[in-house]
Each structure stands twice: as C-alpha cells, then as structure tokens.
C-alpha cells in the first residue's frame, strides 16, 4: 500500500494509541515543570522575568524555542511544499529578522528596561499615556500570534484523530488555551523558559532526524530532491521558480514585498521576544544570546528547506492540500513516508514522535506569548496607566496577580479567535502579528533609543498610527472576506488588495511619530535623552 493510499485513508486510526500516549506525555512534562517552577516564584521579578538567572546558551536556546513556533515547523514547511521557492522565501525573511534585532535592539534593550517594551519608553516619555499605548499594542501582537499558534494545534491533532474540520480540532484549542493559562498563572516565566528550552532542544532534534531521512532517500543528492519536489508538486519546473504564489499579478508582488517588510523588521517589535533580554543578568549575555539564537535558527531554518521539498516530493502537493489546504500538516505527513511507506511501523511511530513535538513547540510558544500580553496589561495598564502619580500604588503582589488573572481572560480571548480562523496557514497568520509590531512597536522603540527630538505625543501617535492602520487594513482584507480561506466567507467587505498590510503600515508607524513629534507643544527633554543614552551605551542604572 502506498504512502498517498494511507493518507487517503486517515493513518491516524493505526496509531492513534501511540500518538495520544505521548501527546500526553509532552503535556505531563511540562506540567511537571510548570509545577516545579512555581514553587521558585515568589517576586514580580521571578514572574516576569525568572529572575535574570539565565545564562546566554539558556536564554539563546529559549529564544530559539520562541521563535520556532507552529508557523515555523508547520507553516514553513507547508508553504514549500505547496508552492517552492515563494515559500521558501519566508524562511529567508524569518532569518534575517534577527539581524535587526542584533544589530539595533538586543544589548540596548536589556540596559533600559525592566520587564516590558514600555519600560524602555517610559525612561524619557510622560508614563501614562505612552504605557497604555504601548501595553495596548503589546496585547493586539500577542493575541494575533496566540491565533497562529492555537489554529496549528488544531490541525495537528485533526490530523492524528483522522476528524477533519469535526468538533476535535475546536476542543483542541480549547484544550490549549487553557493549558497555557496553567503555565503562566503557575510557573511564570521561570516555567514558561524551561519550556521553551526542553521543546527547543527536541524540535531541532526531530528535525535534524527527519532532514537526515529525507536526504537518505534521495541518496544525499539535493538536485534530485528538488526535482522530485518539482514532480511531486504538479507545478513541475514552475516550482522551484519565483512567482507559484507571489508574482503573477501587480498585486501579488506588491503583497510579497508588503510581507517581506514585515518579517524582517517585525522581530524586533514583538513583544514576547524583548522580554527575554531581560531573563538574563546583562547586555552583553543579550547579545551572546541572539548570537546563539541566529545559529540555532539559521540551522531550523536550512532544515525546513529539507522538509518541505521532501513533503512535495515524498507525499505531493496535491496530497497535503487534500488533507490541510493551507498545508499545515505537511511535516507530519511527511514523517509517515520518510521512512520508506506511510503502513510502515517505522513510518507511523516518527508521525506520532514529530506530531507530539510539533505540539510540544505550540504549547511552549503560546506560553511565552501569554506571559507577554499579561505582563503588558497587569505591569503597563493596570500598575501604570490607570493609575494617578498621586494615588495609591498597586504593590508587587497586586500586580501579579492581575497578570494571572489577565491570563485567562487573554486565553479566552485567544481560543474564540482561533476557533474562526482554523483554515488559515499559520505561517501567515504570523505574518500579521509581524505587521502589527513592525508597524507600532518598532517605529517608537527606533525613535526613543535614536532620536533626541522624540516627544511622548510622537511615541503615543507611532503607536497608534501604525497599530490603528495595520487591523483597519486586515480587517478590510481578503484575509478576513472576500475568499474560501477567509475568515468571514457569508459576505464580502474587503475593499483592501493585500493580505499584508505592512508595506502601507510600516511606513505609517514611522510618519506618525515624526509628526507627532515635530507638532508637540512639549519638548523633548535633553537630559532624560542624556540619562537614556548613557544608560542604554554602558549598562549605567540598568535593572
């Protein structure tokens, strides 16, 4: 029996023991480690950030665990296998993000904050309103990547049950999002990084297996591979080819460039990803940290390549289209026919094995993700914005318990969203939540640790003037109507071309903070630039 006929066929009902058994299994170990991290959380410090007690090859590690997440391993290698060389260029966009980040943010980042994106504003803006714009803007991010992350989840166990678009694939999400709340409200970001690290370390090793396969099949010859993708993919040369997905209209290039704008300068703005500088004791242990992280990531990334290729080649296009259409379970299929036969044993135990992986990496990303958009609204919103300079403080413990309980309001907050976007690649939706920060966060960051002119009126309106445009703009996309994929298919009010709004956003974000700026009545003030300057160079009154 071929590996297409077992596809047709739902392998998932010949291992369906196996594979829930260590679906179960990833979920008790980090429970575990959940429960062994929150007895060592005590202090907002701990909770926030671990208590600065991680080491570079840690944090780089857990930053790696971050990023990789669903739309990494599922996403990735589901767009190259469906469409080859335009989707191979997400990767390359994904990678050189980090760049930015280690180039502009990281060691400066580390010297001026504390716990949050707003902490680093704050050093020289009015607290209040720029805390709400920024928390404000931290919570839209966050929520877009937790609907990434949670649609993944539902394809992977939708696949392993054999359900299709049945019942199962919603109860997953919910089941996730409420396992996320327990890692935040228990473990904090103690918890949260050792997650990140075990899932890190398992994830390269799976796919380091499965590259390795994959390669042996092809007898290590990478031209063969490719071509064997180009006839697997019923595109033929076309799909080692620019422009499968991107190119053949005006439009479609112009949505590529939109789209590689925002991968490349949205990292730096994500807030889940600043907070990890901030997890270890100093700037330069944030820098030595992206450095790992770029290694860590650069070698996914290459073996992504692998993966994908193999998917187009081993099971098809049309085969993975035909059981996820936004390919989202092109890895695990994969998995099934590395081995040499989908009815294989061998085939069926490394699909269970690299399935529980992937939901392993879903579940450590969209806890750092919630942590992020709690700490936003317990220590930017709740402790800061809302609060009068003369009335009375909110305490450590107050706060953190607010961020627990916002954590479950963000958990269901996620799970609703997710719950109408399952037919969406998660790669993409990725995409988005990279809009969004490149379009709010970077801007007001880049102009806080670079421009002596920023005002606290220009970092409110760079906030808003790019976080405002970027929803308006997907939400009047055909993301949202107007397509089968969409997430509204009874009408159509998209009035928008692109699926990306960054190429419009970005440099909205940026026009609205030099305005805001260049028209406030208030100043900026030369000596808090001076103080964050200093601070931000030599480390000087950093935390």
């Not at 739902?10 to 023991?17: I, K």
């Not at 943010?105 to 020289?124: F, I, K, P, S, W």
């Not at 019942?167 to 228990?186: E, H, N």
């Not at 901030?278 to 242990?285: C, D, E, G, K, L």
Request: glycine share 12%; net charge positive.
């Amino acid at each position: 029996m071929s590996g297409r006929t077992v596809l047709a066929a739902g392998p998932a009902a010949q291992h369906h023991g196996l594979a829930t058994a260590l679906f179960a299994g990833v979920v008790l170990v980090t429970l575990a480690i959940t429960l062994w991290a929150g007895r060592r959380t005590r202090a907002a410090e701990d909770f926030y950030v671990g208590g600065r007690a991680f080491s570079p090859l840690q944090n780089g590690f857990a930053l790696a665990g971050d990023y990789l997440s669903a739309a990494s391993f599922l996403g990735i290698t589901g767009l190259i296998a469906l469409y080859g060389y335009d989707g191979l260029l997400y990767s390359i966009g994904f990678l050189v993000a980090w760049l930015v980040v280690l180039m502009l943010v990281a060691e400066l980042v580390r010297n001026c904050g504390r716990y949050t994106l707003a902490d680093v504003l704050a050093v020289r803006m009015r607290e209040r309103r720029v805390r709400a714009a920024s928390g404000s803007a931290g919570l839209v991010v966050t929520l877009l990547y937790l609907v990434a992350q949670m649609v993944g989840a539902g394809s992977l166990v939708s696949l392993l049950l054999g359900t299709g678009d049945g019942p199962a694939r919603s109860w997953t999400i919910v089941g996730v999002g409420a396992l996320m709340v327990v890692y935040v409200t228990v473990g904090g970001m103690k918890a949260t990084t050792w997650i990140q690290i075990v899932k890190a370390v398992l994830l390269l090793c799976g796919t380091a297996v499965l590259t390795v396969l994959v390669l042996v099949r092809f007898h290590g010859d990478p031209a063969e591979l490719m071509r064997a993708a180009a006839r697997g993919s019923g595109a033929g040369d076309a799909y080692l080819r620019p422009g499968l997905r991107y190119g053949a209209t005006a439009t479609s290039r112009l949505d590529f460039i939109s789209l590689g704008l925002a991968l490349v300068l949205g990292t730096a703005g994500l807030p889940h990803i600043l907070a990890r500088f901030y997890t270890v004791p100093t700037a330069r242990a944030a820098r030595r940290s992206t450095v790992w992280t770029i290694g860590l990531v650069g070698c996914f990334y290459l073996m992504a390549i692998v993966l994908g290729l193999g998917a187009a080649a081993l099971v098809g296009s049309a085969a993975v289209r035909a059981d996820n259409p936004a390919g989202n379970t092109a890895a695990p299929l994969l998995a099934l026919e590395a081995t040499g036969g989908g009815d294989g044993t061998a085939g069926l135990v490394l699909f269970a094995v690299i399935s529980a992986i992937a939901f392993a990496t879903i579940l450590a990303v969209v806890a750092g993700l919630t942590l992020a958009s709690s700490a936003s609204f317990a220590h930017d919103i709740y402790a800061r914005a809302l609060r009068r300079p003369d009335g009375k403080q909110v305490t450590e413990r107050q706060e953190v318990s607010v961020a627990r309980l916002a954590a479950v309001v963000v958990g269901a907050l996620a799970i609703a969203l997710s719950l109408s976007a399952q037919r969406q690649n998660v790669a993409f939706l990725v995409g988005l939540a990279f809009a969004v920060a490149a379009s709010a966060n970077l801007p007001t960051l880049l102009y806080t640790l670079f421009w002596r002119r920023f005002t606290s009126r220009g970092a409110v309106w760079a906030v808003y003037g790019g976080l405002l445009p970027a929803v308006l703009l997907v939400v009047f996309s055909p993301v949202v109507s107007g397509g089968p994929d969409a997430l509204v298919t009874a009408v159509d009010f998209h009035c928008f071309p692109l699926e990306n709004p960054g190429v419009v956003s970005i440099p909205l974000g940026f026009l609205a903070g030099w305005l805001g700026t260049v028209t406030s009545r208030t100043p900026a003030d030369p000596d808090r630039y001076a103080e964050l300057e200093v601070r931000s160079l030599t480390g000087a009154g950093a935390v």
